[in-house]
């Protein structure tokens, strides 16, 4: 680690006693992992004694809240949540460096969490390494295996140079290049490109979170169109795939039916979409196609909830749905509220027992954000929803 980062290191952990005073508090915005889970070292607010006001908002007893004000330090907590140990089997061999003001590129970037990487995303901000990011790079310190020349950090566009790392840079000025060399980027390291490609609006991010999730889970990569026209860089990937099935997310507002069509000379198309962006999240959770979807229609999974109004934190937690139980990305509504369409899907796959609650299976949520982007009522909701319980024979 270079005396840069261990500086900000430091400095972020002498912002710990701050972070343990919002967690007390009930998770005020801070700007920073505040409760539920820290990025120093492994520890958390709750095993450095958070107060009994910090519940449930901490956690409940079906979910776990990733308690944080901004997406920056949603990723950096992400990261220390699925990379908790300091042994190098429980290290990341590379992390994925995104700008945090471009969700686009940290959707794109989500896909390098997936097999063979498993590179978690962290962002910079303007260039610079902010203290959560370098708090969460010293204490994962990647390995290098696995990445191209074995890099430790792989910069995405213009993410800023995390300093004493051997470090790959992925370039791209638009979202779509962008996207379009991290699915090479990632096809190189794999041996070889991905039979099934994701195709989302570079203009409707409520409608392209949910990819990231999946693309953290299978290598499948996210690529970007504008509404009515296909762009150079996309018809480059899909060209790159040999024929791929292409899945869509979303309506024909946000992907029109000239693109779809046009998306039909690359390969196979397929459109999943619903009532809105929310129920557009709940059928992507639902859908299989062959080996392709998360196909979630009965009890026993790990569900991740997000706010739309935080595109960005779709690509930062993305790694909880390639770890731990697994699952897909839903949405709340603008408002921090469950929609009727994530409620009553909740209520389908609601897991259930004859006789004995010991011997059933089990659903988890994890909440993503502090409770200005996802409130304690929506979280108590969703916890109830997630308990198993009695059926009749």
Known sequence: MTPAIRRQVAAAAACALTLLLAACGGGASTGTPAVGVGTSGGSTAASAGAAPAAYPALATKNTTRISTADSVGTAAATARVVFPGTAAAQRPGAVALADARDWRGALAGAVLMAAPLHAPLLFTDNGEIPAQTAQALGALAPTGAASAAGAQAIRLGTAGDPGGLRTVSIAGNDPFTLAQNIDGYRSRVAGSASRDVLVVSADAPDY??????????????????????????????????????????????????????????????????????????????????????????????????????????????????????????????????????????????????????????YNHGWIVGDPDAVSVDTQATIDGLLEIAPVKP
């Not at 309506?251 to 000239?258: E, L, Y």
């Open 208 to 361: 392209a979170m949910p990819a990231a999730a999946w693309a953290a889970k299978s290598g499948d990569p996210v690529l970007f169109t504008a509404r009515d026209t296909l762009p150079a860089p996309t018809r480059a990937a899909l060209t790159a795939h040999a024929k791929p099935h292409i899945y869509v997310l979303g309506p024909a507002t946000v992907v029109s039916g000239a693109v779809e069509r046009e998306l039909s000379r690359y390969g196979n198309v397929t459109r999943i979409t619903a009532g809105g962006p929310q129920a557009t999240a709940v059928a992507f959770a639902r859908f299989v196609d062959g080996a392709f979807g998360w196909r979630v229609v009965d009890p026993g999974h790990g569900l991740v909830f997000a706010s739309p109004t935080r595109p960005a934190d779709a690509g930062a937690a993305a790694p909880l749905s390639a770890s731990g139980t697994y699952g897909p990305l839903l949405l709340t509504d603008a408002r921090g509220g469950l929609p009727p369409s994530a409620a009553s899907y909740l209520l389908d796959i609601r897991p259930g027992y004859s006789s004995d609650p010991v011997r059933g299976v």
